[in-house]
């Protein structure tokens, strides 16, 4: 299975970085790594590559990682997941209100709301 990945600098998808490099691994799955900055974090685009590249390093897992430039991360998402034919695209996300619903950021909801494709959300 060839897997899309997004990170855009959240906890949580530092958290589905990890999960997701060890369910590729035991799977024998090809996974590529979409980096974007978001602005539902502070951290900047090379700061993000900077700890991506970390936590790579750690793994020894053979990954591709990709820079999302664009002013709209979520529609690059599902635009190179669909150009380039991946089967999922993975993502960290979702927080839980006070009254116990899941609240999603505007990038992972768009993903989810456009993608034909399976999207997995690791909260």
Do not use: H
């Not at 993975?90 to 034909?116: D, H």
């Amino acid at each position: 299975m060839d897997i899309l990945l997004g990170v855009g600098g959240s906890e949580l998808s530092y958290q589905a970085l990890e999960e997701t490099i060890e369910r590729a691994r035991t799977a024998g799955d090809e996974l590529t790594v979409a980096i974007f900055d978001s602005e539902e974090v502070s951290a900047d685009i090379a700061e993000i590559q900077r700890r991506v590249e970390e936590i790579l390093a750690e793994t020894d897992f053979a990954v591709d990682t990709r820079r999302l430039e664009g002013e709209t991360p979520g529609s690059e998402l599902v635009s190179l997941a669909e150009t380039e034919g991946f089967d999922r695209i993975v993502l960290g996300g979702g927080e839980r209100s006070t009254l116990g619903k899941i609240q999603l950021g505007a990038i992972v909801e768009f993903v989810l709301l456009n993608s034909q494709m399976p999207v997995t959300l690791i909260r």
